[in-house]
Structures are given as structure tokens and as C-alpha cells.
């Protein structure tokens, strides 16, 4: 068939020797134009690994090639470097740096006390000596004078001299001293108000090393990238094209080319015109550039760069929703765009779900990452949007970015995505963290790293009630708790945490916000932020400190004390449950009660460590159903105890205070329902109401607003815990203190009616308030205290609230058996080293019938008219303290009551 023209060859194409048809471009050749034309060898510093390129990439940092046509780049071997990209040669490691390993693109500094010629793979150990002896030394074996001065600076007090090369320009730094500091203009910036400055200081490991500060703008590029932006003769996709290969030396870009770049953007923007997908992804790809650069903003420059900055974050945006290209992902390797339509067909979230998947791989290039309706083990973000509860497709613009380079905050710090995931990598971070937190002496560090890809949403038109709710994966596994959670040497606890945040660019920094969700005992898991705005949002990992200066000793004094307490508990019921002539007074019964129900939660708080570990390593699991049965069981008996502790105050009441005219039937019935009964409620609320369970999309995640994180109790400084724990036990300090009070006024006016004297009584009252102070439970008072941030006074009130109420159990078993005569002449009587001395009393019967005598089986003592329990108000009133007898004849049928009616029963 006749032709009356030829066809081109496509791009990445050639017409074959005949002109018959096209062959691909082979490998390390390439052919960018699309009218045709022949393939051209990848110039030196370029490669192309497959056929049918369109245009050759750069090689990258680490790699070089001095061979034009070839299909990869050679990596650098040991002893060099490069750190920019499309190179022909790598460069020497320079004087006191090394490389260890191929294909670096930054030399490592040798360690203290070690030093290195140019282009080494390895450090050689200084001389040792004083200053001088070092220096005469290194002279005599002709070291350069920076070698030398290594040496010197690592005794401590200099910093050797140096030569800085970046995108600034080449700074010669000279020898400085500790606090000295040096201003040199930046290369490529006509006003002089643009310095470097170089600062000689001491680190936290009073290394000395030259602190580093920019107040440059320009580089090498910027002019030329400002050259595009006035250019009216070049298409968007001819200066797209430009762009890319002027910002890709990813080492060399710097801020001001942020702002060049942000300048081309708006010119290719300026009739609001369609952008071909080819545009775009040129666009994508310098600005990933830019994101891959470290722009080295000063500190006090953050809120200007972040203005740049933004700027560039929102054209991103124009780009994404003037891309001819709909409903279909845009990727580069930092960044990715979509813009949805809902009326586009072929939504990516039919159902108001989208979910974005990279495969599983060391590095996260955005090139790889997929778009759909479905998640799966691969999703690294899920986006929801919901009308009210339910979930609604709406158009909206998603860019995605690995790196927080354009979203500047002296705060934060960035996991490299190349950083391998594995446990040494959190230690470091882990161990950098603290050493901010311990450095600035603060319950949380200010510095933060940013632990996953940044999401910018624009949802168009949202309705009134929008809620948008997002799943995102955390770049670096921060692990369970056996690796995100460390103790300190001084017994503290430091734990890595997630937070949800959205970037204010008015202030330049990165603020919490929206609701986190998470498992702290597996963070890998993933993170909910539930939001109800558009922004740009990122997870945040900080750490914090648990148990602020509560040292290990402490905990070591808490164990020891609370394991006497139980053995004290246990003796207690050993010596009273046996002997019913003990066990049958009013008071004893109340007292074992107590007891019970303090060895109960004192032995499930020893017994926790057996089960269950912060590590989460435990028996029972953290935040597990286990771990929640157990919480609650704890949470119920420390406030039966606590009611007991009421009770007994309301007894030693109506016993020494108000004495006459009490009466309170079926006392012991009630008593038990109400000390037992009452806190039932809490622990089911405190769980069943505060624990939530949040989906978005596939992903279900359970907030415990009752469980602690490390531990199967409440969580601290939660509603939970304030509510229905402390507020109970406040209430309870509260009327005990008032009780303690009244019966500490009684005891100081009681009176001696035997032969002892003045310092003797002194001693018993003193005994008896000691006594009834610790019965109350009004140490717990001294815990209220414990959070005031004065450390000498909160250190104070911490060991004075673990002395008195660890050993809680201690002082019972010394009140109610050891100093207790009654019970200490049974057992006496008992075993036979006492004998037994009988006496009887005789109690009144009611409205005149005759009189019964009883005799009691309880041992008295012969000093018991010096009770110092006596109350001067009812002295002559024939009355006993601790009598098993029944007061009326009610109680003779079996009717008992407490106190008797009887106004000559006066006390226990």
C-alpha cells in the first residue's frame, strides 16, 4: 500500500536500519522526542536500567558513572563519598572522616581520640599524653595541622579546622576554642546580612564539636530557576523538564530554590489551564527533590521558611486538581497526588474509603504506591470520610509526602526512610529522646520525630457535619512495650508514644491535634487520627516519662513493705480466727473484716509482677481481657478497703465520741452489705464506659480510657481515675480525718485512773493516735501531695505516703495482737506460760426483769482500769471494752445490736 508520510517512532523509540518499524531503546540509551528520532547514550553520571527510556536518570548519591550508554551507576568504594547525584567521580573522605562501607553518601567522623588521613576506610588511634606531649608527637610524624588539631580538640577545650562544602558555598573554618564562634558570607548571596555562623561547643558527651547555623538563601541554581519563571517563550512541559534537572542534585538545593521553584509553579499556574500528566509528574519530581534536600534552615529562620514552604504545599495542591488526569494516582518518589471526583467514574472511593498500598520493601518510594477502595497488609494510609456517622464519597485532593523538609519546626527531627527497621534503630532514637527529656529536665521533650508519610487533604465543599478519619502506618516499628518502654538506672520510666498533629505554617510548627488511637502494646499496628477538618497531618513519636521521680528505691521500699504488710495480715487472722472468745466482740469482728479485705488487695498487687510485665511479656497481656478482669478486681477491693476504713472510723465514733443513745440493728449485716456492696458499681463503670472501640475502614482499634498502659490498673491522670478512684478515696480521707479528730480529742482528755505517770500516759495516747491514724487510712492523705512539682518536698510526701500506707498492714497486726493485752494473755493462757484469770460481769436486764450472769472466757488484764480509751463523760457508768456478752435481752434471743440500747454500754 502506498504511504503518503512516515509514522514516528514513539518516544523511547528508534526506526530500525530499513525504516520499516521501530526497535526499543536498549539499556543505558534513551530517546525523548516524540516525533522520533535515534537513541542517544546516557552522557557520564547517568543511566537508564531498562529499555524504551524517554530520558536518563541521575545517578544517585553514593553512586557514580564515568562511562557514557550504561545501564546503572558503580557504587563508591571505601575511603569516598558522594553526596550529590549524576557524577562522574567520588570524592576522598576528607582529613578525620572515613568510610567503612560502598556506596556512602556522607563519610563518617572518626570517634574521639582516633583520626584519619584523606580517603580512608578506617580511624587511627591518637597518641595519648597531655596537650603538649600529643602535639610534639603528631609533629614529629608530620601530621597535616587538621589531623593534629583533631587530636588536640578530643583532650577537649578546641575545635580542629575544617573545610564545610554544601549548597551554600565552601566555608574554611580555622581552628577555634570552646565558645568561640566565626561569621563567613555566604557564597552565593550579594547582601551581606546573609552569614554562616560556626560555633565551637561541648555536646552532651562533652565531645567538642562546630555547631552549625545558615542564614543563607541562595545557591548555585536559584538564579537559574528564576530565570524559568519569566521565561514566556518555553511550554509548561519545557519548563517542567527544566526544573527537574535543576534541583536534581538533591544535596545542592537550599531554600532559596524552594522559593525559585514556588515562582516557576505560579507562572505555569497562572491561567488556571489544564497540566498534562507529563507536566505533572516533572512538577512531582522537583518538588521531590526538594523534599529529599536538607535546606538547612537556621533556627530562627523556621516561620519564614515555613511561609515558602507552604507556599509550595498548597501549588502542589492547584497542581494535583488542575491535572488533566482524574481519579488516578501521580507519583514520584517523595511525593503523590490524586484528585478525586465522585462523578468521574471509576472513584477510588466508592464508599467513601480510599486506601493507599505500598509493597512491602526497605525503602519507601512513592513511585510503587497504589490507589483503591480495600485495605490490606500493605496499606500505609486509609482515608474515610463520613456525612454525621455515615460514610460519603466527596471530591476532594490527597498529596502525600515521605518527609517533613517543607513543613519546617525546630522540633522536630525525620526517620530517614532508607533507616533500617529493626531494634537498634529505636534504641537510638529511644536514647536520643531521653536525652532531650533529661537534658531539659521536663516530663515530656519538646523534640519529636516525625514517624510516618504526611498527608495533605483537601475534601472540596464539606458537608456541616464532616468528620474525616484517617489510618496511618508508622514509617519505623517502634515494637511492643519491651522496646518502646525503658527504665532508666535511676528507676524511671521513659516510653515512645504516637500522636496525631496537623501543621500550623503561621507559627511553623507542628501541633497535636484530633483524636490518637492506637495499641501501645503493638504500635506497628498502626494509628487513628479521627479529625473533622482538612490539613496536612503526620504521627508524631515523642516520649514522655511514667512514674516522674519515682525512683527504684522507692519501688524496692513499696515491695518490702507491702510483703510484711501481707505477712502482718495474715498473722493477724491466724491469731484472732481461732478464738472465739476473741474473734466474737463487736470490735473484732469489724477489725477482721477490714483485715480481710486489706490482705486481698495488698496480695493482688504483689502478686501482679508474677503475671503481668510492662513489656508486656506477662501471663496475662496488657490491655487484654485478663488484664481488664484484673484491674477491676483491684480497683473493687482497694475501695472495699477504703469503706472499711469508714466504718472503722464510724465505730471508734460511737464508741469514744458520742457514747449514749446509738443504736444501729443488724449491724454487722450492714455494715458488710455496705463496705462490699457500695463499690461494685465503679470498676464495671469505670470499664464499660470509658473503653471504646473506633473502625475506620478495615482497621478496629480500642481506646482504654480506664486501663493503664504498662500495667492492669486505671490509667493515671485519666476520668477514670479521678472519678472513681481518687474521688472515693479523697471522700473517704476527708470524714476519717474528721473522725480522727474527734477520737484524737478524746484520747488527749482521757485520764489515767491507775499509778502512772505524766510521760507514761503521754506514751499510751500518743500510741493510741499513732494507732487510729494509721486504722483510718489517714496516710493516703499525704498521697494527695505527691504530684507537686517541688522535687525536695514531692520526694518528701512520696516516702512518707509509702511508709505509712505500705505498711498499713504492719501497724494493724502491732495493734490489734501485739500490743493488744486481751489477745496476748489468751494465747498466753493458751499455750500455757500464763494462767488463766477468770472474772464475771453481770449485765442488767431490761424493764425489771431479774439479772443473768454470764461468764466470759476472756482473759483481762490486771491494768485495765488504765485504758486510755476512756472517756471521761460516762467514767462512772458500769461499762466494758471488749465484752462478747449480749447488752439486752434482745441480744440474749439473738438480736444483735450495736451499741446495745443499754446507755451503760458505752464503748467496744
Given at each position: 500500500k502506498e504511504q503518503t508520510s512516515c509514522k514516528s517512532c514513539g518516544i523511547g523509540q528508534e526506526s530500525n536500519e530499513n525504516r520499516t518499524g521501530c526497535d526499543e531503546c536498549g539499556e543505558g540509551k534513551y530517546q525523548s522526542n516524540a516525533e522520533g528520532g535515534a537513541c542517544q547514550n546516557c552522557p557520564e553520571g547517568q543511566f537508564t536500567p531498562g529499555p524504551t527510556a524517554s530520558r536518563c536518570s541521575l545517578c544517585p548519591p553514593g553512586t557514580y558513572q564515568n562511562t557514557e550508554g550504561q545501564p546503572s551507576c558503580e557504587k563508591c568504594e571505601v575511603g569516598h563519598y558522594q553526596d550529590q547525584t549524576g557524577q562522574k567521580e567520588c570524592q576522598q573522605c576528607r582529613y578525620n572522616y572515613y568510610t567503612d562501607k560502598i556506596g556512602q553518601n556522607l563519610c563518617k567522623r572518626c570517634e574521639k581520640h582516633t583520626y584519619s588521613d584523606l580517603g580512608q576506610s578506617s580511624c587511627q588511634p591518637c597518641p595519648k599524653g597531655s596537650k603538649e606531649e600529643v602535639e610534639q608527637a603528631m609533629n614529629d610524624e608530620n601530621h597535616p595541622d587538621s589531623v593534629k588539631e583533631k587530636c588536640l580538640m578530643d583532650i577537649g577545650g578546641e575545635c580542629a579546622s575544617t573545610t564545610i562544602d554544601n549548597q551554600y558555598g565552601s566555608f574554611e573554618i580555622p581552628r577555634l576554642v570552646e565558645g568561640e564562634n566565626i561569621e563567613i558570607d555566604c557564597q552565593y548571596d550579594d547582601d551581606p546580612v546573609y552569614v554562616a555562623t560556626f560555633t565551637c561547643q561541648r555536646n552532651v558527651n562533652q565531645d567538642m564539636f562546630v555547631d552549625e547555623s545558615y542564614h543563607c538563601f541562595k545557591t548555585e541554581n536559584t538564579d537559574n530557576i528564576s530565570a524559568l519563571a519569566n521565561n514566556t517563550s518555553m511550554t509548561d512541559k519545557e519548563k517542567s523538564d527544566q526544573l527537574v534537572d535543576l534541583t536534581s542534585n538533591t544535596a545542592r538545593n537550599g531554600l532559596g530554590d524552594v522559593e525559585a521553584v514556588s515562582e516557576v509553579l505560579d507562572s505555569m499556574l497562572v491561567d488556571d489551564e489544564e497540566l498534562t500528566q507529563d507536566t505533572t509528574e516533572n512538577i512531582l519530581n522537583s518538588v521531590s527533590n526538594l523534599v529529599q534536600s536538607d535546606l538547612k534552615v537556621a533556627d530562627d529562620e523556621v516561620e519564614t521558611a515555613s511561609d515558602i514552604s507552604d507556599n509550595i504545599v498548597t501549588q502542589v495542591v492547584d497542581v494535583a486538581q488542575n491535572t488533566e488526569t482524574k481519579n488516578t494516582i501521580i507519583t514520584s518518589p517523595n511525593v503523590a497526588v490524586i484528585d478525586v471526583k465522585k462523578e468521574a467514574g471509576d472513584s477510588p472511593n466508592p464508599d467513601g474509603v480510599m486506601s493507599f498500598s505500598l509493597p512491602p520493601q526497605d525503602t519507601k518510594d512513592l513511585n510503587?504506591?497504589?490507589?483503591?477502595?480495600?485495605?490490606?497488609?500493605?496499606?500505609?494510609?486509609?482515608?474515610?470520610t463520613k456525612n454525621k456517622d455515615q460514610n460519603e464519597k466527596m471530591d476532594m485532593t490527597v498529596v502525600l509526602v515521605t518527609d517533613a523538609t517543607l513543613m519546617p519546626d525546630t522540633s522536630i527531627s525525620v526517620v530517614p526512610l532508607d533507616t533500617k527497621d529493626d531494634k537498634s534503630t529505636v534504641q537510638n532514637i529511644l536514647g536520643d529522646l531521653q536525652t532531650e527529656l533529661y537534658s531539659n529536665n521536663k516530663a515530656e521533650v519538646e523534640k519529636q520525630y516525625v514517624n510516618s508519610f504526611i498527608t495533605e487533604v483537601q475534601v472540596q465543599s464539606p458537608p456541616d457535619d464532616f468528620k474525616l478519619n484517617l489510618y496511618m502506618k508508622p514509617n519505623i516499628d517502634i515494637g511492643d512495650t519491651s522496646t518502646s518502654l525503658n527504665t532508666t538506672s535511676d528507676g524511671k520510666r521513659v516510653q515512645m508514644v504516637y500522636t496525631c498533629a496537623k501543621y500550623d505554617p503561621k507559627t511553623a510548627k507542628w501541633k497535636k491535634d484530633c483524636t490518637t488511637i492506637y495499641n501501645q502494646a503493638k504500635p506497628s499496628d498502626g494509628v487513628l487520627c479521627l479529625?473533622?477538618?482538612?490539613?496536612?497531618?503526620?504521627?508524631?513519636?515523642?516520649?514522655?516519662?511514667?512514674?516522674?521521680?519515682?525512683?527504684?528505691?522507692?519501688?524496692?521500699?513499696?515491695?518490702?513493705?507491702?510483703?510484711?504488710s501481707t505477712v502482718g495480715l495474715l498473722l493477724t487472722l491466724i491469731f484472732l480466727l481461732p478464738a472465739k472468745a476473741l474473734r466474737s466482740t463487736r470490735s473484732a469482728k469489724i477489725n477482721i473484716c477490714f483485715t480481710i479485705a486489706l490482705l486481698l488487695a495488698s496480695f493482688m498487687f504483689l502478686l501482679q509482677d508474677a503475671f503481668i510485665s510492662p513489656d508486656d511479656t506477662g501471663v496475662i497481656k496488657l490491655q487484654s481481657t485478663g488484664c481488664a478482669v484484673y484491674a477491676m478486681l483491684q480497683h473493687y477491693l482497694w475501695l472495699v478497703v477504703f469503706c472499711w476504713m469508714v466504718v472503722e472510723g464510724f465505730l471508734m465514733y460511737l464508741s469514744l465520741v458520742?457514747?449514749?443513745?446509738?443504736?444501729?440493728?443488724?449491724?454487722?449485716?450492714?455494715?458488710?452489705?455496705?463496705?462490699?456492696?457500695?463499690?461494685?458499681?465503679?470498676?464495671?463503670?469505670?470499664?464499660?464506659?470509658?473503653?471504646?472501640?473506633?473502625?475506620?475502614?478495615?482497621?478496629t482499634f480500642t481506646e482504654h480510657g480506664y486501663l493503664a498502659d504498662t500495667m492492669c490498673f486505671l490509667k493515671p491522670e485519666s476520668i477514670p481515675f479521678y472519678a472513681l478512684f481518687l474521688a472515693p478515696i479523697v471522700l473517704v480521707i476527708v470524714v476519717n480525718i474528721v473522725f480522727f479528730v474527734m477520737v484524737a480529742k478524746v484520747i488527749k482528755n482521757s485520764k489515767s485512773t491507775g499509778?502512772?505517770?505524766?510521760?507514761?500516759?503521754?506514751?499510751?495516747?500518743l500510741k493510741a493516735a499513732v494507732g487510729v491514724m494509721v486504722l483510718l487510712g489517714t496516710g493516703w492523705f499525704f498521697g494527695i501531695f505527691m504530684s507537686f512539682p517541688a522535687p525536695g518536698f514531692q520526694l518528701g510526701m512520696q516516702y512518707l505516703f509509702i511508709l505509712?500506707?505500705?505498711?498499713?498492714?504492719?501497724?494493724?497486726?502491732?495493734?490489734?495482737?501485739?500490743?493488744?493485752?486481751?489477745?496476748?494473755t489468751h494465747w498466753l493462757v493458751k499455750v500455757g506460760l500464763q494462767e488463766e484469770k477468770r472474772t464475771t460481769t453481770s449485765s442488767s436486764a431490761a424493764a425489771g426483769?431479774?439479772?443473768?450472769?454470764?461468764?466470759?472466757?476472756?482473759?483481762?488484764?490486771?491494768?485495765?482500769?488504765?485504758?486510755?480509751?476512756?472517756?471521761?463523760?460516762?467514767?462512772?457508768?458500769?461499762?466494758?471494752?471488749?465484752?462478747?456478752?449480749?447488752?439486752?435481752?434482745?441480744?440474749?434471743?439473738?438480736?444483735?445490736?450495736?451499741?446495745?440500747?443499754?446507755?451503760?454500754?458505752?464503748?467496744?
Open positions: 510503587d504506591c497504589k490507589v483503591s477502595s480495600t485495605s490490606d497488609e500493605n496499606t500505609i494510609l486509609l482515608i474515610e479529625c473533622t477538618h482538612n490539613t496536612s497531618f503526620a504521627v508524631l513519636m515523642s516520649a514522655y516519662e511514667i512514674d516522674r521521680g519515682y525512683a527504684e528505691a522507692q519501688s524496692y521500699l513499696t515491695y518490702v513493705l507491702l510483703g510484711l458520742q457514747v449514749f443513745g446509738s443504736h444501729i440493728s443488724k449491724y454487722m449485716l450492714k455494715f458488710n452489705l455496705a463496705a462490699w456492696g457500695i463499690p461494685i458499681p465503679f470498676p464495671f463503670i469505670g470499664y464499660f464506659v470509658f473503653t471504646k472501640s473506633y473502625t475506620v475502614g478495615s482497621f499509778n502512772i505517770s505524766d510521760q507514761e500516759q503521754i506514751l499510751r495516747q505509712l500506707n505500705s505498711s498499713q498492714g504492719i501497724f494493724v497486726f502491732l495493734f490489734y495482737i501485739v500490743l493488744n493485752d486481751q489477745v496476748k426483769k431479774s439479772a443473768a450472769t454470764k461468764v466470759t472466757a476472756v482473759s483481762t488484764s490486771a491494768n485495765q482500769a488504765d485504758n486510755i480509751y476512756e472517756n471521761a463523760a460516762v467514767a462512772n457508768e458500769d461499762h466494758t471494752y471488749a465484752s462478747a456478752e449480749y447488752a439486752t435481752a434482745g441480744d440474749k434471743a439473738g438480736k444483735h445490736e450495736f451499741p446495745a440500747k443499754s446507755d451503760n454500754n458505752a464503748n467496744i
